[in-house]
């Protein structure tokens, strides 16, 4: 046990190193909500001809931050396989003792705590600007609510970090995934706006519930009844090991080794 | 005299061939771009609109939103040209392309065969959209003068990315400034709405 908590530390103390060594990338990720939602606060200006509702902005910032985090989840494995693979990394990694989910687990681990920091800074902005501190208790628990979605998102990450094994480059792979979710969830707008096939679509991934429910505990208060499909989504989080192992197993049985 | 522009038309053949081979090698990239565009599409369409939902049905502002994306894929795909020039420091070859003597705007061109071929796919899969799924039509009141700025604004943006890629040749995270000015560049040329609005 002291073994994996060791191999633990040693890779999370590395992607902590590397977030120190660019500070300026958190301080984009952290920039990029409000780029966006200004982006279109503009152009929805420009279009209305008079000054939006600020609720809708806020609306969109929220959901911008979750996709944020919810592309960082998605890629953040991926591009640790690719890396690995590119500066011979991986190879070392696997030929060591480390036991591979130790390295999806501490990796994972990191995003999380790096997402959930990305969404402490600007929803608790977002939601000072304009709600006040009223609001302010509601938006700590919906830091649990995110947390909670988070165990479903990484099932999709485990999925699209094995499928970066078999194909080698992420980028090919994961864009297309993004595009789907970044349209389908709903994160800057109702997918009631989509059509039907799209909307199912999105009622299929956990990420339309993330935002959802986040936005709705930080305006209204937590309803459990909205809570109801995330045992189900939890499915996502077992899938997502199961289907890793048996495509890494698969690969290394064909291949005797990884990547190239 | 004559050999010198032989030696320059030479550089610029090869540099398209380059071009052309490196889309050809990242087939993936191609059915990635082919998947990707429609939801883009409607993801920048719809996050704009949720502020006046009824101009859903107004053909007018959805056609202006539509060319201001076209020109958002165009300016975005050549800010990237610039950027693939940290690429070209980190694998070595510019030290061989500055000994050969070759301008940094002509090794660029053959990058910009990539951002043509991606605009081109973009402008197509958008015309497809407009009409199947927004009922739009977007028509070119005349094709000449269309194909002529088409031309210009490429070779604007050939050079404004050498520009761009110049200065952001020392910087430690250079994809940072990319991604903000992609942004920034249409939102300032109010290529996203229509002036008279």
Redesign the interface.
């Known amino acids: 046990m002291k073994r994996y908590i060791n191999q633990f530390l040693a890779i999370f103390s590395v992607e902590m190193k590397d977030l120190m060594r660019q500070a300026g990338q958190f301080g984009f990720i952290i920039f990029l909500p409000f780029l966006f939602s200004f982006f279109t606060f503009g152009i929805g200006a420009g279009i209305s001809g008079s000054t939006p509702s600020l609720e809708i902005w806020f609306y969109q910032i929220i959901g911008f931050t979750v996709l944020t985090i919810s592309l960082i989840f998605a890629e953040s494995s991926a591009g640790y396989v690719r890396e690995g693979l590119l500066t011979g990394r991986l190879e070392y990694l696997l030929a060591s003792p480390t036991h591979p989910l130790i390295i999806v687990i501490a990796t994972a681990l990191f995003n999380s705590i790096f997402a959930l920091s990305i969404f402490f800074i600007v929803g608790m902005i977002a939601t000072i600007i304009v709600y006040g501190v009223l609001k302010i208790l509601n938006f700590i628990l919906s830091i649990f609510i995110l947390t909670l979605f988070l165990l479903p998102m990484l099932g999709i990450n485990l999925i699209i970090a094995a499928l970066t094994i078999i194909a080698k480059e992420p980028a090919g792979i994961v864009q297309p995934i993004n595009s789907i979710i970044i349209a389908t969830s709903g994160f800057v707008y109702p997918i009631t706006l989509l059509p039907l096939f799209l909307q199912s679509l999105g009622r299929s991934l956990p990420f339309h519930y993330a935002v959802e429910n986040v936005r709705m505990t930080i305006i209204e208060f937590i309803n459990l009844l909205y809570l109801y499909p995330l045992p189900l989504l939890l499915l996502y989080f077992i899938a997502g090991i199961v289907i890793y192992r048996l495509l890494e197993d698969n690969f290394i049985r064909k291949r005797g080794t990884y990547g190239w | 005299m004559a050999g010198n522009i032989y030696k320059k038309i030479n550089k610029i053949f090869a540099e398209i061939g380059r071009g052309f081979a490196l889309w050809k090698s ?1 087939k ?2 191609i ?3 082919f ?3 429609p ?2 599409i ?2 920048f369409i ?8 009824h ?2 049905n107004d053909k007018f ?1 959805l056609t202006n ?1 539509m060319w201001g994306l076209f020109m958002f894929f165009f300016i975005s795909s050549f800010l990237w040209m610039g950027n693939s020039i940290i690429l070209v420091v980190q694998t070595g070859i510019l030290e061989n392309i500055i000994l050969t003597n070759t301008k940094i705007s002509t090794h660029l061109l053959g990058r910009s065969v990539v951002s043509v071929i991606d605009v081109t796919t973009g402008g197509i899969i958008l015309i497809l959209m407009a009409y199947y ?1 927004f009922n739009l039509t977007l028509y070119i009141a005349d094709p000449l003068f269309f194909a002529i700025f088409l031309i210009l604004a490429f070779l604007f943006f050939l050079f404004f990315s050498t520009i761009y890629a110049i200065l952001i040749i020392a910087s ?2 250079p994809w ?1 400034i990319t ?2 000015l992609q ?1 920034i560049i249409p ?1 300032f040329s ?1 290529s ?2 229509n002036s008279n ?1």
């Open positions: 990242y993936i990239f059915i990635s771009d998947i990707s565009a939801f883009w409607y993801f719809l996050a704009i609109l949720i502020y006046a939902q101009l859903l502002i939103l799924t430690r995270s940072i991604n903000i942004f939102f109010w996203n709405t609005v």
